[in-house]
């Protein structure tokens, strides 16, 4: 018998598969494919805390990022370069298969090419390379991406919001440290152009929507013939409950993308690190119930949960700001002292505090107009003082 069972082997799987197994629990992870990485469904841009946080060598790097180019789409960009590595972009296949090796590195047993087709009486229902089979274990961590299995099983509410993305690679001659982001090419969302080295880069975007005609049109606006396509799903929004019936979710599977940026992987392994605790703890006690599976949720939402949280708002803003509210922004923020507090500031995990300071400024204030002011004073500050000034 297994002590946990872990289902997907990605990112956050195989975190928590590595993470469960050094704190001496029996763990067990279980992939769908035939391998680790594939299909690629990540734009493999990671900040320079998330690439720590994954706890592997460099050999998945392939190129390193220091800025970042606004584009408004009308006439005016932001630019800013902090001068020093700020992101890696990664092959995704090689960096999952470093991660699910040290998994098993740790102890954990592998499964591969092997679906999860239920779960009940302490069981894990699997089909697979090896028939079917039932595998005992005391709980499970649900790390199985944005349409896991084990919500369906569970009759769990999902998360809120769900974004397609798709994203090409081309030969292109672009700045090999810059990332550009695109509002104008997803309204409800961003597109982006990620230098992958001095030769090549990703363009995609992502929305709720019209995905495949925006990203035609977005994708017109470059030379180069396609060689390779990706398409993904992106959930927005932790889902209302993250345990359940000894099984606790984590990374996409609850939701934890975060709504500013789409990314999973920091706060998925953050999740992945609260999930091993709160495992190691129920099978300490040989206590799996809902009450002791709880202090996942609160150790969980007293790390990233404020973040999360307004990351949401955020995101909900994001559909009322029209392109001229952008091009506005991009304008009265193109000052170097600005520019100087966002490279000083500037956190792609945890944006609220570059956000707040920039929002305190008059002229950003000014720049948005009547969009949504009232939300964001109320979640920035929690008081009053900011709205009298509007």
């Known amino acids: 018998m297994y002590d946990v069972v872990v289902a997907g082997g990605g990112p956050v799987g195989s975190s928590a598969a590595r993470f469960c197994s050094e704190k001496g629990l029996k763990t067990l992870l279980i992939e769908e494919h035939a391998g680790f990485g594939r299909p690629v469904q990540c734009a493999g841009l990671l900040s320079r805390k998330a690439f720590l946080e994954c706890g592997v060598s460099e050999r998945s790097v392939l190129n390193e990022v220091s800025g970042a180019r606004i584009v408004s789409g009308l006439k005016t960009d932001l630019f800013f370069d902090a001068k020093k590595t700020m992101a890696y972009v990664v092959d995704r296949s090689a960096l999952d ?70 994203q090409a690679e081309i030969f292109a001659d672009k700045p ?49 013939s396609n060689i390779h396509l990706v398409t993904g799903t992106i959930p927005i929004g932790v889902m209302p409950k993250t345990y359940g019936n000894r099984v606790l979710f984590c990374g996409d599977a609850g939701g ?32 799996f119930s809902d009450s002791s599976l709880s202090g996942y949720e609160r150790s969980w939402k007293k790390d990233i949960g404020r973040e999360l949280a307004f990351g949401m708002t955020l995101f909900k803003m994001r559909k009322k700001i029209s392109d001229k509210t952008v091009e506005n922004l991009c304008s009265c923020m193109n000052n170097p002292e600005i520019i100087d507090e966002i490279v000083k500031y500037g956190d792609m995990d945890r944006p609220r505090e570059v956000i707040k300071r920039m929002v305190l400024k008059p002229s950003v204030m000014k720049a948005f107009g009547g969009v949504a002011k009232a939300e964001l004073c109320d979640l920035l500050i929690g008081s009053t003082v900011l709205k009298k000034r509007m």
Not at 154 to 164: D, E, I, Q
Not at 185 to 198: H, K, Q, T
Not at 257 to 273: D, L
Request: proline fraction near 5%; include cysteine; charge should be positive.
């Open 97 to 166: 298969l470093e991660m699910a090796q040290n998994a098993a590195k740790a102890g954990a047993d592998v499964l591969l090419k092997t679906s999860v087709t239920g779960f009940r009486d302490g069981f894990v229902l699997t089909t697979g390379i090896n028939g079917k089979k039932s595998v005992r274990c005391r709980m499970v961590i649900a790390a199985d991406g944005p349409r896991s299995v084990f919500t369906r099983f569970l009759g769990m509410k999902r998360a809120p919001v769900f974004l397609s993305g798709i």
């Open 176 to 224: 090999p440290n810059i990332v550009e982001l695109h509002p104008y090419a997803s309204p409800d969302f961003f597109g982006w152009v990620i230098p992958s080295n001095d030769k090549a880069a990703r363009i995609g975007l992502c929305g709720e929507r019209d995905v495949y005609k925006r990203f035609l049109r977005f994708f017109g606006r470059f030379e180069g």
């Open 256 to 287: 934890f993308a975060k709504p500013t940026s789409g990314g999973g992987v920091y706060t998925g392994i953050r999740t992945a690190v609260h999930a091993s605790d709160t495992a190691l703890k129920c099978c300490e006690r040989d206590n």
